[in-house]
């Protein structure tokens, strides 16, 4: 089974994340790469503080 990057569409290799296409006949599952998660936590944190009305604490849930 292969993992695809669900933003970037990088696929994990033995070595890390590469540009590059999934083959067909492989099976794939998706995931995020650590950039692309790294990224998404930080709007997600971003959106859940500014929904709080700037309240960090009620924004990381403490």
């Known amino acids: ?5 669900c933003v970037c569409r990088k696929t994990k290799s ?3 994340w590469i540009q590059g296409q999934s083959s067909k006949e492989i099976r794939v599952s998706h995931g995020y790469c650590p950039d692309c998660f790294h990224q998404t936590m930080e709007r997600a944190q971003d959106w859940l503080l500014a ?3 700037g309240n960090r604490s009620l924004a990381v849930g403490q």
């Open 14 to 16: 033995r070595t890390g």
């Open 1 to 5: 089974m292969q993992t695809v990057c």
């Open 51 to 53: 929904r709080s009305g």
